[in-house]
């Protein structure tokens, strides 16, 4: 009994030292050297006053309301079902808070997790007029800093460009 007390012993000593600590190192170690940016929460940064200071992350939507924001996906999620009348109630007034009564999508309904960074060029071009008009820019101006922010791509009728709303909102706050 006591041989096998110490072997267990032994055991949990041995494995929490490999997949608790050397393991964790290495693979933290593996993510730092090579990839560093997302290890790190691919944090986006700017200077105010001389100071750095983190403004949000390419991989988390932030929610912008105001006029003269770039709006990205409803971050409220509804546990509603998709065909259920509160769920239309809920989409139907965001239609109607919309610049366009043909709003793509990703405008009027949240995802899944309710942090989506992206919109579709779509939804970014729709918002233009709003935008243009609130910073007192030209549309032209509005468009090209959307275009600076596109990722993906557009071969035949297969569409996956996006739109970064932090990028767009960061580049347009630097404009005026």
Not at 89 to 108: F, G, H, N, T, W
Not at 142 to 165: C, E, F, H, W, Y
């Amino acid at each position: 009994m006591k041989k096998t007390m110490i072997a267990s012993l032994k055991s949990l000593v041995v494995f929490t030292l490999l997949c608790g600590v050397f393991y964790t190192a290495a693979v933290t170690a593996f993510g730092q050297v090579l990839f560093s940016s997302q290890a790190n929460g691919s944090l986006v940064k700017t200077e105010k006053a001389g100071k750095k200071q983190i403004i949000g992350s390419k991989l988390i939507g932030q929610e912008f309301s105001a006029d003269k924001y770039l709006h990205g996906r409803p971050t409220t999620v509804s546990q509603l079902s998709p065909v259920s009348k509160e769920q239309q109630k809920l989409i139907d007034e965001r239609i109607e808070q919309a610049d366009s009564k043909e709003v793509p999508i990703e405008l009027v309904t949240a995802s899944a997790s309710g942090v989506d960074p992206e919109i579709s060029l779509d939804a970014a071009m729709l918002q233009v007029s709003r935008i243009a008009s609130a910073r007192t820019m030209k549309k032209e101006e509005v468009r090209d800093i959307i275009k600076q922010n596109i990722t993906g791509l557009k071969i035949g009728p297969a569409d996956s460009r996006r739109i970064n709303v932090l990028g767009v909102n960061q580049m347009l706050d630097e404009a005026k």
